[in-house]
């Protein structure tokens, strides 16, 4: 798996905090730079910035380009949402990498931020779950456009059941972009709202940013004025 590294030009610290950006697809279509865009537009505000490949399940492409019918995708999605946490693996996995070469990149090992859309922000998400317990160390703060929590304690959809969010605080600050209507998830029900107020009942942070009308909204960069102000309350700069 890859990732490339976009650098500040202006920013000479030795601590500069990182955002991995992740890309959506529906784990069939799509690689890493698909997010370049939004990680040259946030390295200008003095992140560090990453975008990241992720293993893919394109024998699950049916789900995206509608060539499954509508009452056969559950079977399909009990595949798709456990290849989930191999995305969140990988994830935690280039932000280990990054870690790691940290003094070398002039980064920080400790103020991550993961920035994701679509699949890419429900598997962002997916990073609260408990699984993940003990490879959260350092993330601050997760965007998603356009994702759902793959928790749904209501079992109105059970096959986007994934896991329990995690025990821990605190848990990274989320915060999530998303239309009124967002039909982006064929035979799911994403409500990334009713998410969102799960997450903040649960005592974990979630803030929810709803933009109006019906869409899937795709670019970081164009939500820079909700982000950033995020992004400083989480990881600083």
């Not at 697809?25 to 390295?43: T, V």
Request: charged share 15%; net charge negative; glycine share 10%.
């Amino acid at each position: 798996l890859l990732l490339n590294l976009y650098e500040p030009t202006e920013n000479t610290n030795t601590d500069k905090p990182v955002l991995i950006f992740v890309y959506g697809g529906g784990m069939c279509i799509g690689d890493r730079l698909q997010q370049e865009q939004s990680a040259i537009a946030f390295a200008k505000y003095g992140y560090v910035t990453a975008t990241i490949d992720y293993r893919m399940r394109y024998d699950l492409c049916g789900i995206s380009d509608g060539s499954v019918a509508e009452e056969d995708i559950p079977a399909y999605y009990g595949q798709f949402i456990l290849s989930m946490k191999d995305v969140a693996a990988d994830i935690l996995d280039a932000k280990s990498f990054l870690v790691n070469r940290a003094s070398s990149y002039g980064i920080s090992s400790s103020k991550f931020g993961i920035v994701g859309w679509s699949v890419g922000g429900t598997t962002s998400e997916a990073i609260l779950l408990q699984d993940f317990d003990n490879q959260r160390a350092g993330i601050g703060g997760i965007v998603t456009l356009s994702g759902f929590f793959p928790v749904n304690p209501a079992n109105a959809n059970p096959t986007a059941n994934l896991g329990t969010l995690s025990s821990q605080r605190p848990l990274p600050a989320v915060q999530v972009i998303s239309h009124d209507i967002d039909a982006g998830f064929r035979g799911v029900d994403a409500d990334a709202g009713r998410d969102c107020l799960y997450i903040s009942s649960q005592g974990a942070s979630c803030t929810y940013v709803e933009l109006p009308g019906e869409g899937h909204p795709l670019d970081a960069f164009d939500h820079v004025t909700e982000i950033i102000p995020f992004l400083k309350n989480t990881l600083g700069l």
